[in-house]
């Protein structure tokens, strides 16, 4: 009898517990509510945002666009426009040859 009174005991107590645990989370939840507590969640109305076709982004700057001090670049940065710089000119002849992997050594010689 007595191991089964004090699983009772155990079991009552746990099942309290829970029981004041969800009733006190119910109550802080209406609470926040009824009070308006919670993070303000506003929509974005800037001309300098658009919504992105990338769903983990959300939103992405749009090229070109000023709001303020910030202006963003073509590129989409917030910064000026840089010039890209163009690539190397490859000339043919002996610059044509140093672009080459090196040929294998022969068989038997160190390098």
Request: glycine share 10%.
């Amino acid at each position: 009898m007595k191991v089964r009174s004090r699983t009772r005991t155990w079991v009552g107590r746990l099942g309290l517990a829970v029981a004041s645990l969800v009733l006190s989370l119910a109550l802080a939840e209406a609470a926040v509510r009824l009070l308006d507590l919670g993070t303000d969640i506003m929509p974005v109305f800037n001309r300098s945002l658009t919504l992105s076709s990338n769903p983990v982004l959300g939103y992405e700057l749009v090229p070109g666009s000023e709001d303020g001090k910030t202006v963003i670049n073509p590129d989409g940065m917030r910064d000026r426009a840089y010039t890209l710089s163009k690539p190397p000119f490859l000339m043919g002849g002996r610059s044509l040859r140093s672009c080459r992997p090196p040929s294998p050594l022969p068989r038997g010689t160190r390098s």
